[in-house]
């Protein structure tokens, strides 16, 4: 649905600053029909990077496709046309005061020159479909901020579009309401088929809806594939500090107060076992007790969902010498499931 070739966005010198880098050959790939999350950290290029898909910005090298358009290639009129095919959720929901939930989503609508009768035809089922009819001749200072950010995207919607963009949609709710939109989002690709593009800081989100996801830093991909081959089998260091939050994919730091890197007389071996997909519920840690006569005691763990898939981690200390460790994390890796040496504690 959008590709990315070799994008690279600089913006020039100021009277006090310097030119600024903010792309730097960008190649990504956004499925049709899926759902992609880019993540970064502040300044990485996120924001600049989605901005390009809407003819915001414009690529200083390279070629932004849209649905096999090139979008730098388009004058206003033609840029007007194709901006009517992405619709666009913000942070701050961006609506107007003075005008109820309805007349905010058919806002677009109006402008697009529609009759009243077909505005009316393709607003109220949007109502339905976020779950607001009742709140139909609402003004926006009587909703609640998950209410706004779903009259939000239903504006999005109304002109009915083949691509949603999403720029920090939920980094301004609560959990509750957050988990809510993202079902509501997911709802949305699945039933309207319809291409997601999200930009995120919040990791939950992208281990909760996306498909895909893009590891930005620099100005640079430094990372990108499926969601869950991405945060179970992360090797660049930007990937791991970012998810270092997630509940399994750290360990904790009473342990690694404690924990040093060489083995001695007395000490333990401080194990990391990764568990995916199917093998996430299997009971392992006992079959090394029973069949392999190891003591194991849990440490830390979690077993979590990302992308619609089961993972979990377990960090445990084992009592054994270095051949009885090294048999142990073999049987493991012949269930499928890999292990690390991660230190020892007394």
């Known amino acids: 649905m959008?590709?990315?070739?070799?994008?690279?966005?600089?913006?020039?010198?100021?009277?006090?600053?310097?030119?600024?880098?903010?792309?730097?050959?960008?190649?990504?790939?956004?499925?049709?029909?899926?759902?992609?999350?880019?993540?970064?950290?502040?300044?990485?290029?996120?924001?600049?990077?989605?901005?390009?898909?809407?003819?915001?910005?414009?690529?200083?090298?390279g070629r932004v496709v849209v649905d096999g358009v090139n979008i730098a290639g388009l004058d206003e009129k033609k840029l007007r046309d194709v901006r009517r095919s992405i619709g666009m959720i913000f942070q701050h929901f961006n609506l107007l005061a003075s005008r109820t939930a309805f007349d905010n989503i058919a806002l677009p609508l109006e402008i697009a020159g529609i009759d009243r009768p077909t505005i009316e035809?393709?607003?109220?089922?949007?109502?339905?479909?976020?779950?607001?009819?009742?709140?139909?001749?609402?003004?926006?200072?009587?909703?609640?901020?998950?209410?706004?950010?779903r009259i939000g995207i239903a504006r999005a919607l109304a002109t009915e579009p083949k691509l949603l963009l999403s720029d920090e949609a939920t980094s301004a709710l609560d959990p509750e309401t957050t988990r809510s939109i993202l079902a509501l989002l997911k709802t949305i690709n699945k039933?309207?088929?319809?291409?997601?593009?999200?930009?995120?800081?919040?990791?939950e989100v992208i281990k909760?809806?996306?498909?895909?996801?893009?590891?930005?830093?620099?100005?640079?991909?430094?990372?990108?594939?499926?969601?869950f081959d991405v945060f179970t089998g992360h090797t660049h260091a930007t990937t791991r500090s970012l998810l270092g939050g997630l509940a399994g994919l750290h360990l904790p730091e009473f342990l690694t107060r404690q924990m040093v890197e060489k083995p001695e007389p007395g000490l333990r071996t401080i194990?990391?076992?990764?568990?995916?997909?199917?093998?996430?519920?299997?009971?392992?840690?006992?079959?090394?007790?029973s069949d392999l006569g190891i003591e194991?005691?849990?440490?830390?763990?979690?077993?979590?969902?990302?992308?619609?898939?089961?993972?979990?981690?377990?960090?445990?200390?084992?009592?054994?010498?270095?051949?009885?460790?090294?048999?142990?994390?073999?049987?493991?890796?012949?269930?499928?499931?890999?292990?690390?040496?991660?230190?020892?504690?007394?």
């Open 271 to 289: 194990l990391r076992i990764i568990f995916k997909g199917e093998n996430a519920t299997e009971p392992m840690l006992a079959r090394l007790g």
């Open 121 to 149: 035809k393709r607003v109220t089922p949007l109502l339905d479909l976020v779950g607001l009819s009742d709140k139909r001749d609402r003004y926006p200072s009587e909703l609640s901020g998950g209410q706004k950010q």
């Open 191 to 203: 039933e309207l088929g319809l291409t997601v593009l999200l930009i995120t800081h919040e990791m």
């Open 2 to 61: 959008v590709a990315f070739e070799g994008v690279s966005k600089r913006f020039a010198a100021g009277r006090t600053s310097a030119e600024v880098a903010a792309l730097d050959g960008v190649d990504l790939i956004v499925p049709r029909g899926s759902v992609t999350g880019i993540i970064g950290r502040s300044g990485a290029g996120k924001s600049t990077l989605i901005r390009l898909v809407n003819g915001l910005e414009k690529p200083t090298s």
């Open 208 to 227: 909760t809806i996306a498909d895909h996801v893009a590891v930005i830093d620099g100005g640079r991909i430094v990372e990108q594939g499926p969601t």
């Open 296 to 346: 194991v005691n849990i440490m830390a763990g979690a077993v979590d969902e990302i992308a619609g898939r089961p993972f979990g981690m377990l960090v445990v200390s084992l009592l054994a010498d270095e051949a009885k460790i090294t048999h142990a994390r073999s049987f493991l890796a012949d269930h499928g499931l890999s292990s690390e040496v991660v230190g020892y504690v007394r």
